[in-house]
């Protein structure tokens, strides 16, 4: 566990205001916070020990600087703090990105500052829900430095969360990856609601929900390249073909996501021995057919 000490946030966002409550929860303390009208609110009804000032103040206050800004403010951020004196020698100074490197707090580091990011890998629609979610989670630790890499590693089990080591220069595939684990499943499913719903099957995601909870328990369960069936996957290019069709006609919009997901399927797999390389082959030549 982290020595208790104090924090200040610089962006209240959804993420940001989480993990200041998790963090008091463990001893810690949000002294304060800066931010728009909205993290204003949310200090208000979650952090209300904490004052919320002009972003510089809350950075001199804090022991551990939070830059809890969306990713392409985060540099300009940090340098504007910089020039205006807010690092010291000894600080923390943390953003919560999962893309972005860290280079960005090159100006805070240069005024002696120890830097680092954590990026939880969870989702946060809103703070109660993330409160909820994140015990257990694992929490991506980047730093130059071991130092920094340690108190990272330190903070993470305060928010409850499972730590890991992210290289920086592959934070970009790293966050592709969760990418692809969350939101791109969301759009999945927004792709399958919007073709029942044209083919005028009623409820379409009720009808969907036993579905997709199978498949990704057992992709889980099983791992994914086990877990995976379907026509792609399987070799049954009638099966593809008549998709496509119906595609082209009713969703013209979805025939090439159609034909990515098949061809990575196919990959899979065959990778994995299920499906042997001449029938990948025909199942590509299909998919070609309809690019």
């Not at 029938?279 to 690019?291: C, I, K, N, T």
Request: proline share 5%.
């Amino acid at each position: 566990m982290t020595p208790a000490t104090t924090f200040a946030l610089i962006g209240a966002g959804r993420v940001a205001t989480t993990l200041g409550v998790l963090l008091e929860r463990a001893g810690h303390r949000i002294v304060a916070a800066s931010g728009r009208s909205a993290s204003r609110e949310r200090v208000r009804r979650y952090l209300p020990q904490a004052r919320f000032v002009p972003a510089t103040e809350a950075a001199r206050a804090g022991a551990v600087v939070v830059l809890g800004v969306v990713d392409d403010v985060i540099e300009p951020t940090c340098a504007s703090l910089a020039e205006a004196g807010a690092f010291r020698v000894g600080q923390h100074v943390l953003h919560l990105s999962g893309s972005m490197g860290i280079a960005t707090l090159s100006r805070a580091a240069r005024a002696g500052a120890v830097t680092l990011s954590l990026h939880p890998l969870q989702s946060f629609p809103e703070v109660d829900e993330g409160l909820a979610r994140m015990a257990g989670s694992g929490v991506a630790v980047t730093s130059s430095s071991e130092e920094g890499l340690l108190f990272g590693e330190s903070l993470a089990r305060d928010l409850g969360g499972v730590p890991f080591r992210v290289p920086d220069e592959v934070k970009p595939l790293y966050h592709a990856a969760a990418v692809f684990s969350a939101n791109y499943l969301v759009v999945v499913e927004a792709a399958a609601e919007r073709l029942l719903g044209r083919a005028g099957v009623p409820g379409p995601l009720e009808l969907l929900r036993p579905l997709a909870r199978t498949a990704n328990e057992r992709a889980f369960d099983l791992g994914p390249a086990n877990a995976l069936t379907g026509p792609a996957a399987r070799g049954d290019v009638g099966a593809i073909h008549r998709n496509l069709a119906a595609l082209s006609e009713a969703a013209p919009e979805l025939v090439a996501a159609y034909r990515a997901l098949a061809e990575v399927a196919s990959d899979i797999a065959t990778e994995s021995g299920r499906l042997p390389a001449e029938q990948r082959l025909a199942v590509r030549e299909e998919l070609s057919r309809w690019s």
